[in-house]
């Protein structure tokens, strides 16, 4: 079972797509545990709290009025569920409900590495694929804990083992438990805090992010928690750290150096900034005179904004340069960033499933 959390330089994606999920047998115990169909609820209640420990200054400098839940739900629900959900009913995945509650439990309380290298061990006992090794499958949950649905080759895809370090991969799900799928397409550790790390690269581990890369200027793996730091009239640095607190902009005054100022607010004047000059609910546009000032943040049919974080209002992204709304299943779409489940196919967003990644 994976839990994968993304930024795709601004899109959320959670999938469960190697999650347990199916029809129940353990209601016979004292706890109910967790019926299937509120799982999507339940789970991203359970992502969102450790989400707060894992790099929450990441998603409100890029997402900062967009809900957790509400966005993470309507991607789980668009993207792996109806695959899922079709497995339970076909009996293909077995579902126990009480396992689930732990297992959420779990994450919730988890460590960040849970969002990059697989969920816990205990979630592994709420879900029972009933798919042989070789076995025709749509999802991974079909497979079991230690195997996946590799459709790479054909569709339906066939129950594979999972690779250990250094093995031939296209996905992550293709890798054992704390590996990813490194860009060379070999199963790979992600990258420790402190690491260098370059754009394209291996990622970091979870709650850390590549910070100060450029072309041809490799970056480190810096936790998000330890960065985001400095307090209002301190020293600030854009490209070397530290940065401000999340309430707080790096206004600067030589190169990339500056100090720690409050954003200005709708309708004043405003210097570039990172994150930018206005705060969460607008940006610095600057006029022909070089002069800036806090407007609103585009909406869904108007060109996007050019700066660093948020460039439309909540709930919409920059799709060739002009602001559009995310779309649900079945939703008219131009790429896969217009999609809740991330997958725009023949211009109609549709949900996921092995055969689509």
């Given at each position: 079972m994976r839990l994968v959390w993304g930024f795709?330089?601004?899109s959320l994606v959670l999938g469960l797509s190697a999650s347990?999920?199916?029809?129940?047998?353990?209601?016979?115990?004292?706890?109910?545990?967790?019926?299937?169909?509120?799982?999507?609820?339940?789970l991203m209640t359970a992502t969102c709290k450790l989400l707060e420990n894992c790099g929450a200054e990441l998603s409100r400098l890029y997402l900062p009025n967009e809900e957790c839940t509400t966005l993470q739900e309507r991607a789980?629900?668009?993207?792996?569920?109806?695959?899922?959900?079709?497995a339970v009913e076909q009996g293909?995945?077995?579902?126990?409900?009480t396992a689930a509650r732990a297992c959420l439990d779990a994450i919730a309380n988890g460590q960040?590495?849970?969002?990059?290298?697989g969920l816990p061990e205990i979630c592994e006992e709420a879900i029972e694929g009933a798919t042989p090794l070789g076995g025709e499958c749509t999802v991974d949950a079909e497979c079991g804990s230690t195997r996946y649905c590799n459709a790479s080759a054909t569709c339906p895809g066939a129950c594979a083992e999972r690779g250990g370090e250094g093995a031939s991969c296209a996905s992550d799900e293709a890798c054992g438990r704390g590996l990813i799928c490194g860009p060379g397409g070999a199963c790979t550790s992600p990258l420790p805090r402190?690491?260098?790390?370059?754009?394209?690269?291996?990622?970091?581990?979870?709650?850390?992010?590549?910070?100060?890369?450029?072309p041809g200027a490799p970056g480190r793996c810096e936790d998000a928690s330890t960065l985001f730091t400095t307090?209002?009239?301190?020293?600030?640095?854009?490209?070397?750290?530290?940065?401000c607190n999340p309430e707080l902009v790096c206004v600067p005054s030589s190169g990339s150096a500056g100090s720690c100022e409050r954003p200005s607010k709708l309708g004043e004047s405003c210097v570039v900034a990172f994150p930018d000059g206005c705060g969460s609910d607008g940006y610095c546009q600057i006029g022909g005179d070089g002069s800036g000032t806090c407007v609103e943040l585009p909406a869904a049919?108007?060109?996007c904004a050019q700066v660093l974080g948020p460039q439309c209002q909540p709930f919409a992204r920059c799709v060739s340069g002009t602001c559009r709304n995310l779309q649900r299943l079945g939703g008219n779409c131009e790429d896969d960033t217009m999609c809740y489940s991330g997958n725009c196919d023949g211009n109609v967003c549709k949900s996921t499933d092995a055969c689509s990644r």
């Open positions: 795709g330089t601004a347990g999920c199916s029809s129940s047998d353990d209601g016979a115990s004292g706890d109910a545990g967790i019926p299937f169909e509120e799982l999507p609820g339940e789980f629900l668009d993207s792996d569920f109806p695959a899922l959900a079709a293909r995945v077995v579902y126990h409900p960040c590495d849970v969002l990059v290298g402190g690491s260098a790390c370059e754009d394209g690269g291996a990622p970091c581990a979870a709650g850390s992010f590549c910070f100060g890369s450029g307090n209002e009239g301190q020293s600030c640095d854009i490209s070397n750290g530290p940065l049919g108007e060109p």
